[in-house]
C-alpha cells in the first residue's frame, strides 16, 4: 500500500483492509492505536503539564511534540460587554490573562460580563423584528475574540465560567495570525465545536471542556460566540485555556482523512461519497430521457416561489445550479427582500457580495453584522453593492463592522434615502466625522450607536434633522461632552422618540431628565443604567414617573439613590411598567 506523505487516507485505508487477508486483526490494531493517540493528543500526566509550565515560564524551548498551555494574551474584538469603556471591570478584557477569580463562584468585577441576558431584551419595546431565511443552527447573540502568544493546533480548549454558566454555543480558530504583518489572501475560519443553548442548573463555576475537532492549520485565534438567552442572570467569564502543540498531529491533515474524534462519521461519508455516485449516474441517465422538468413546470411560479421561500441563503445559491427553471426563480430579486448574511459572517468577502449583487436589486432588510473584518470587505466592494442596492433599503444591520470608514457612511447617506432603520453597534473604529453623514438620513426611525466615537456635534446635528426618530441607543458613547444638551434637543425635536438608551452615559442630570420627560410623552423604554451623576434627592425620578405613564422598562442599575418614594410613584403612575432594574441600589423598605 502506498501512503503520500507518510499519511494514511480514507480510500487507501479501505483499499487496503478489504483486501487484506489479515483485516479483522488490522481493524482491532488500528482501533487500538487510534484510542492512543487520542488520548495521547488529549490528556497529559501532572508531571508532564508542569514540565511545560516551568518550560513556559523559563522561557526555555519546548520540544515539538510538547503540549503547550497558553491563556490569552490580549482581547482584540467583541461584541458587547456590561463595563464601561474607561475601566476594567465587567469588561470583556479581564479575559486576558490567567484567571482572576476562578475557581470562586459569584458576581466579581474582575470578570468578562455581556450586555445581556434571558429573553427580556427580545420582548421590550426596542426589541427587533427577527430575519427570515435565519437558519435554525444559528444561536449567537454575542462574540468576544482572543489572541494567543503562539500558534497551535489546538488540542483542547477549556472556558472558565465563573458565574451562571452555560452561555457559549460555538468555539472557532482562525488561520490568520493576529501579530502578522500581512494578512493571508484567504481568511479561514474552522468551527471547532457548537452546540445549540442549554440550561445548566447551577450557577456555580465550572470549566467547561468541550471535545474540539481537529483542525489542519495552526492557530492563535480563538473566537467564542454565545446566546444566554436560556439564563436565568449575566454570565460571568473568567479565563480561556488553549492547550495544543506545533507540529500536526498525525492522521488530522485533511478532511479525507482519518478523523481522530469520530472515526464512525468518516466511514459514513465514505458510503455517502458512493451512494453520490450512483445517484448522479441514475440522474445523468433520467435526464437525457426527459426534456421536462416533470410536473414541476406546472406549478404556478408564485407556488414555486413560496416553496423557495423556506430555503436558506446557501441552500437557494446551491440549487440555482441545478437547472435553468430553478435558477430564474433563485435568482429571483424577490427572494431576497430580507437578506440576512451575519450568519455566514465568516465567508462574507468580495467576491460574495459581487455574486449576490444582481439578486439583491430589490432587497428592503440587510444584515452585514460581524461582517468584513480582517480585510475580506473592501470600501470599494461594499460601496458599488450599496449604489446598486441601497435604494430600496429600508433596515441595514452593520453591527460590529470594522470595516466601515467616513466614506462608506457617505455611500449610505446618499444611496439609502429611503433607510428606517441603521444599526452601528460596536462600530468602534468608525471615526467621529463619519457620524455626520447620518443627519442626511431624514427618514431614520431607529438608530443605534452603541460603543461608537460619535461625538455631541454631529449628535445634535442628527437629532436636528431625524426628527423621525422613535428607537435610539446612545449607550456606552463615551466621546459626547454634555448629555444634557443632548436630552435637551431630543425634547425638542424627536417627539415620537419611544425607546432611549443612555446606558452608561455620565454626566446627564435632573436637568436633561426633566426635558426628556416633557419633550418625549411617548417613551415606553428608558435605560440610565450606571448614570451617577442622577440623585434621587432633586427629585428626577419621580419626575418621570409622572411624566412618563407610558413607561414598559425602566433601568436605573446601580444608582444608590433610588428611595422608597421613587418605587412609590413609579407604582403609583407607571401602569404598564413590566421591568425595572434596581440592582445594586441601597436597601429601601416598601409599604
Known amino acids: 500500500m502506498h501512503v503520500s506523505r507518510g499519511y494514511l487516507t480514507v480510500s487507501n485505508f479501505i483499499i487496503h483492509i478489504w483486501t487484506s487477508p489479515a483485516f479483522p486483526m488490522l481493524t482491532v490494531l488500528s482501533m487500538f492505536y487510534y484510542i492512543y493517540l487520542r488520548r495521547r493528543a488529549r490528556t497529559a500526566t501532572r508531571g508532564e503539564l508542569m514540565n511545560h509550565r516551568r518550560a513556559i515560564e523559563s522561557n526555555r524551548p519546548l520540544p515539538i511534540n510538547v503540549e503547550l498551555v497558553q491563556y490569552a494574551k490580549e482581547v482584540l474584538d467583541f461584541s458587547s460587554h456590561y463595563g464601561s469603556e474607561n475601566s476594567m471591570s465587567y469588561t470583556m478584557w479581564n479575559l486576558a490573562g490567567a484567571p482572576n477569580v476562578y475557581p470562586s463562584s459569584g458576581d466579581f468585577t474582575q470578570t468578562a460580563v455581556f450586555r445581556t441576558y434571558g429573553t427580556w431584551w427580545e420582548l421590550c419595546p426596542s426589541a427587533r423584528l427577527p430575519f427570515t431565511r435565519t437558519p435554525p443552527n444559528f444561536h449567537s447573540q454575542d462574540y468576544v475574540e482572543l489572541a494567543f502568544e503562539e500558534p497551535v493546533f489546538p488540542t483542547a480548549i477549556h472556558v472558565l465560567e465563573t458565574y451562571h454558566p452555560g452561555s457559549v454555543v460555538k468555539i472557532l480558530a482562525c488561520s490568520a495570525s493576529p501579530y502578522s504583518q500581512n494578512l493571508p489572501a484567504d481568511v479561514r475560519w474552522d468551527v471547532l465545536w457548537s452546540e445549540a443553548p442549554t440550561k445548566v442548573n447551577s450557577p456555580q463555576a465550572r470549566q467547561f471542556s468541550p471535545c474540539i475537532k481537529q483542525i489542519n492549520f495552526p492557530t492563535n485565534l480563538i473566537r467564542l460566540e454565545l446566546n444566554s438567552s436560556l439564563l436565568d442572570y449575566y454570565t460571568e467569564l473568567d479565563a480561556v485555556v488553549l492547550h495544543g502543540v506545533r507540529e500536526r498531529p498525525l492522521l488530522s491533515l485533511s478532511t479525507t482523512m482519518i478523523a481522530m474524534d469520530d472515526l464512525d462519521d468518516d466511514e459514513d461519508e465514505e458510503t455517502d461519497d458512493g451512494l453520490d455516485c450512483l445517484n448522479k449516474q ?60 451575519q450568519p455566514y459572517w ?45 435604494s430600496e433599503l429600508l433596515r441595514l444591520e452593520l453591527s460590529c463592522g470594522h470595516f466601515l470608514n467616513e466614506t462608506c457612511l457617505e455611500v449610505i447617506a446618499e444611496t439609502c434615502q429611503n433607510l428606517q432603520e441603521l444599526n452601528l453597534s460596536s462600530c468602534d473604529k468608525l471615526p467621529p466625522p463619519a457620524f455626520n453623514h447620518i443627519a442626511k438620513l431624514y427618514n431614520l426611525k431607529r438608530l443605534i450607536l452603541y460603543r461608537t466615537k460619535v461625538e455631541q456635534t454631529a449628535m445634535l446635528s442628527i437629532l436636528n434633522f431625524c426628527s423621525e426618530l422613535q428607537h435610539l441607543s446612545l449607550g456606552s458613547c463615551v466621546m459626547i461632552e454634555d448629555y444634557d444638551t443632548v436630552a435637551s434637543m431630543m425634547g425638542a425635536k424627536c417627539k415620537k422618540l419611544r425607546t432611549l438608551d443612555l446606558w452608561r ?3 446627564i442630570t435632573e436637568n436633561g431628565i426633566a426635558a426628556l420627560a416633557s419633550g418625549c410623552p411617548l417613551l415606553e423604554e428608558l435605560d440610565l443604567g450606571w448614570c451617577p451623576t442622577l440623585q434621587s434627592s432633586t427629585g428626577c425620578f ?11 422598562k425602566l433601568f436605573l442599575t446601580a444608582n444608590r439613590s433610588v428611595c422608597d418614594s421613587d418605587i412609590e410613584e413609579l407604582a403609583a403612575n407607571c401602569i404598564n411598567l413590566r421591568q425595572l432594574d434596581i440592582l445594586e441600589r441601597n436597601l429601601f423598605r416598601l409599604k
Request: charged letters at 15%; glycine letters at 4%.
Open 282 to 341: 441514475f440522474s445523468a441517465t433520467t435526464f437525457r430521457k426527459s426534456t421536462t422538468n416533470g410536473y414541476f413546470d406546472k406549478l404556478p411560479y408564485e407556488l414555486i416561489q413560496l416553496i423557495l421561500s423556506h430555503l436558506t441563503v446557501p441552500d437557494l445559491c446551491s440549487l440555482s445550479q441545478t437547472c435553468k427553471l430553478l435558477y430564474q426563480h433563485c435568482c429571483d430579486p424577490l427572494q431576497y427582500i430580507h437578506l440576512n448574511l
Open 346 to 390: 465568516a465567508n462574507i468577502n468580495d467576491t460574495a457580495l459581487e455574486y449576490l449583487q444582481p439578486r439583491c436589486v430589490l432587497v428592503q432588510w440587510l444584515n452585514l453584522s460581524w461582517t468584513g473584518n480582517r480585510g475580506t470587505i473592501s470600501v470599494s466592494a461594499f460601496s458599488r453593492f450599496l449604489k446598486v442596492c441601497g
Open 505 to 507: 452615559c455620565k454626566n
Open 542 to 552: 419621580a419626575k418621570l414617573a409622572r411624566k412618563l405613564p407610558n413607561l414598559q
